[in-house]
């Protein structure tokens, strides 16, 4: 029994790595939104509007991205959008098990890559901020994750859904 315990966790273990190993390397870590815009159209987010957007790529298919916007008082607010999975081999990405896309990601150089969602360009620039805080912006994406109590689901369903 020990034996086949410790060749199943040998297979994990392998399978794992395999994954990981899949993972274009400078994919990895977080990353920032230098800018977004419409094709054709003049950049209409950036930091520049005191808005950017968070995204985090693991080396084990962890996934998170957040909204970070400076408000008027000079603090920074965490909008969490979703916390999950992502795929990126041989230049087709997939987040959150949504369809894969080729040429989703295209790297400019090692700290910007490009990011295409239909008709949107985005440009990202590797995050440079300490480990720290990355962590911090990570649990909070995981609290999307987490989701509402079954209570608040209700309640929520009732007064603003009337169901």
């Known amino acids: 029994m020990k034996k086949l315990i410790v060749m199943v966790g040998m297979a994990v273990a392998c399978f794992c790595n395999i994954t990981a190993q899949t993972t274009d390397k400078n994919l990895l870590g977080a990353w920032f939104m230098e800018s977004m815009q419409y094709e054709g159209e003049e950049e209409i987010i950036g930091k520049a509007q005191g ?8 080396a084990d298919g962890e996934y998170a991205c957040a909204a970070i916007v400076l408000q008027k008082d000079g603090e920074v607010a965490i ?7 992502y ?4 230049g087709v990405y997939s987040e959150m098990g949504r369809k894969a896309i080729k040429d989703a990601i295209v790297f400019i150089d090692k700290e910007t890559l ?3 969602y239909f008709n949107r360009i985005d440009i990202w620039k590797k995050s440079k901020m ?8 990570l649990n909070y994406c995981k609290i999307v ?15 603003m859904f009337g169901q």
């Open 145 to 159: 994750k987490l989701g509402l109590s079954a209570k608040s689901q209700k309640l929520i369903n009732e007064h």
């Open 51 to 58: 808005y950017t957007q968070f995204k985090y790529y693991g």
């Open 114 to 116: 490009k990011g295409y």
């Open 130 to 137: 300490p480990k720290e805080v990355v962590d911090e912006i």
């Open 87 to 90: 795929t990126y081999n041989d």
């Open 79 to 85: 909008l969490p959008h979703e916390y999950g999975t």
